[in-house]
């Protein structure tokens, strides 16, 4: 299947561990996105990689760090879990990272429960 | 401050009604707009954005730049267009800005 694929679909940790998501597409992207959904559905961009470099960084908490081995590939590493962490992480790419227009395709997305 | 404004969390129509969601955005510039969907238990997609010009599944949306509005739009609502509807600005490194997000019902 062609897609933006994620794992695991269900995380659930408790307070102070430390958690990964991965994520993996093989549509070819330049591009990939890590957006986190909280509880009342607000969708907001954490951060995206392109070619396996930073390119947009937003204000997230430093427990988070991305990691890009390859462009197919960006990992969520999350140390220190706090109980606000609870929320479903989806992992997007586009074609290219430049502009504005590039089409954005999403994968399941992972459900971090944190307790 | 929010850029991409959706205000209504919740939309319920009955089959047949026409529907419009609202979106009204704030950007200095030359804006890029997008409408993405969520169907139940489906992963988030593009359902059409505002340079294409397009009717996807009978949606359809124009840009308005003297309101700064890009309301999506539908003459007659069908069951399946249940979902959460979410209006996305394009800002450049191709990053998304959301709106809330609105969910349609679609009653029978």
């Known amino acids: 299947d062609t897609a933006v694929s994620q794992t695991p679909k269900y995380l659930v940790t408790q307070m102070g561990n430390d958690k990964s998501i991965k994520c993996e597409q093989n549509l070819g992207h330049d591009t990939m996105y890590w957006y986190k959904q909280d509880s009342k559905k607000f969708l907001k961009i954490m951060f995206s990689?392109?070619?396996?470099?930073?390119?947009i960084n937003e204000t997230v908490p430093n427990r988070f760090s991305p990691k890009s081995p390859d462009k197919a590939h960006l990992n969520l590493h999350i140390n220190s879990l706090e109980l606000g962490d609870s929320a479903v992480y989806f992992c997007?790419?586009?074609?290219?990272?430049?502009?504005?227009?590039?089409?954005?395709?999403f994968g399941p997305g992972t459900r971090l429960t944190v307790l | 401050a929010q850029r991409v404004t959706q205000p209504e969390k919740l939309l319920s129509v009955f089959k047949g009604a026409p529907v419009e969601l609202k979106c009204n955005y704030s950007?200095?510039?030359?804006?890029?707009l997008f409408w993405y969907v969520q169907y139940s238990r489906q992963r988030l997609q593009l359902l059409l954005r505002?340079?294409s010009r397009e009717s996807i599944k009978g949606f359809t949306a124009d840009l308005n730049k003297g309101e700064t509005s890009f309301h999506l739009k539908k003459p007659f609502a069908q069951e399946e267009d249940s979902a959460m509807y979410y209006c996305a600005l394009g800002e450049y490194g191709n990053k998304l800005v959301f709106g809330a997000g609105t969910i349609l019902r679609v009653k029978s």
């Open positions: 997007a790419s586009s074609l290219t990272g430049t502009g504005k227009t590039d089409t954005q395709y």
């Open positions: 505002h340079i």
């Open positions: 990689y392109n070619n396996k470099e930073l390119i």
């Open positions: 950007y200095s510039g030359s804006p890029e």
